[in-house]
């Protein structure tokens, strides 16, 4: 016979693969009626679409542990839990949530404030009647939603399939289903697109980039603003105002302008000392020297170590993909990590492998060490469930 404690560990391990289960088949169920609805009822779209995303980060937040999608995990009861009779925690709780427990930001801060605007939008047609979304809903309001699912489904899609597989991969098939759903529904935004084409052309001529969106596949991303640090600069697309990021770095023999979105995609195996970039004009290959040569070394400690592994551990492993950019403007020195384009102002060494890992301190160990594997690929140890 099985000893109390064990036996009690197991209801509780299958009471949460229930209620995951149960989570997950739910947040599908609202996402297939968000996309495919989406013209017959723009308004229940964006309300399904955002309790999905909710659903999927409570789904995640129970892997931790069952206590932690509770609204207040204090008045966790055991009892009401296996009933699904509490109040659950929102989305806006779950992601700092999510952090803690985690250990690294696998929500990265533009996905943070993509799903608060798609919140916020659902809080307020939930809130207020709203003429734009009854009977028979126009163009405009159509294509608003299908922007915001686009920009939405760019941050939600990679951490279903890529940061958390281990735990949705049986629900694959059917993402991927809504995936290509999602594809066709920007067919709606083609008007949107022909609008500005003419524009986008004639800014191309004068040596303006446009990017293929990210989020939307349209060629309307374009830099805006200032750059964020070093060759880092923003981008917004002017089709579903998808912001992102990108590097631009002009080639020292033509000077025209190379645009990168993760300089590690093209060569995922390379350490950041042995990157090269080529220019799309002159075929000029530059090497990570050169780039680092374009930009000032930091005017305080000029032997500082200059590298670090990026906090958001990216890469999966200790390979470093974070660098120190200096600009000489109130800007200063700042970490860029060049696959993820996350901008981080500090760092802080690890403990037991002497690293240095960018982002605030959430140490003594960093994630790698502290799980011994890839950062959240690890199952829930026994002492947690
Ligand atoms: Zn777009
Ligand atoms: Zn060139
Ligand atoms: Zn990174
Ligand atoms: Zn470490």
């Known amino acids: 016979m099985k000893a109390k404690n064990q036996m009690d560990r197991d209801k509780k391990r299958n009471s949460s693969d229930q209620m995951f289960d149960s989570l997950v088949q739910n947040a599908l169920d609202f996402l297939l009626r968000s996309v495919f609805e989406i013209q017959k009822n723009p308004k229940s779209s964006v309300i399904d ?41 929102g989305m806006k709780d ?23 605007r798609i919140r916020q939008h659902r809080n307020r047609l939930i809130h207020f009647f709203h003429p734009a979304y009854t009977d028979k809903p126009g163009n405009t309001s159509i294509q608003k939603v299908v922007a915001e699912q686009c920009r939405g489904w760019f941050y939600l899609y990679p951490l279903l399939t890529n940061s958390w597989q281990n735990f949705f991969a049986s629900y694959h098939p ?18 949107k697109f022909d609008a500005y084409s003419q524009g986008i052309e004639k800014g191309k001529a004068k040596g303006k ?20 640090s070093g060759p880092l600069f923003s981008t917004e697309c002017l089709v579903c105002n998808n912001q992102s990021r990108v590097f631009q770095i002009q080639c020292h023999k033509c000077s025209s302008n190379i645009i990168i979105r993760n300089f590690f995609a093209p060569q995922p195996d390379r ?29 305080d ?7 670090a592994i990026c ?34 102002g500090e760092a802080w060494e690890c403990d037991n492998c002497g690293q240095l890992i960018t982002g605030e301190f959430i140490g003594p160990f960093c994630v790698l060490c502290e799980f011994g594997g890839e950062p959240d690929s ?6 947690i469930m």
């Open 49 to 89: 679409f955002c309790t999905a995303i909710e659903l999927f980060l409570k789904a995640r937040l129970l892997i931790e542990h069952w206590v932690l999608i509770y609204q207040d995990p204090k008045s966790a009861d055991l009892n009401n839990f296996r009933k699904g009779d509490f109040q659950s925690v």
């Open 94 to 116: 779950a992601i700092p949530r999510l952090e803690n427990v985690l250990g690294s930001k696998q929500i990265t801060k533009d996905a943070k404030e993509t799903f608060d």
């Open 174 to 191: 059917i993402i991927e289903m809504i995936s290509s759903q999602m594809l066709k529904n920007r067919d709606f935004l083609r008007m």
């Open 209 to 228: 980039v446009f990017l293929a969106c990210e989020a939307c596949g349209f060629e309307a991303a374009r830099i805006v603003g200032e750059k964020l």
């Open 271 to 299: 350490e950041i000392g042995d990157i090269e970039i080529s220019c799309n004009n002159c075929s000029t290959l530059m090497s990570f020297e050169d780039i680092l040569n374009m930009y000032p070394s930091d005017p």
């Open 301 to 307: 400690e000029s032997y500082t170590p200059f590298l």
């Open 311 to 344: 906090g958001n551990f990216c890469l999966h492993s200790k390979r470093k993909s974070a660098v120190s950019f200096c600009d000489d403007d109130e800007r200063g020195c700042k970490w860029v990590c060049l696959s993820c384009c996350d901008v981080e």
């Open 378 to 383: 690890q199952f829930p140890s026994e002492h």
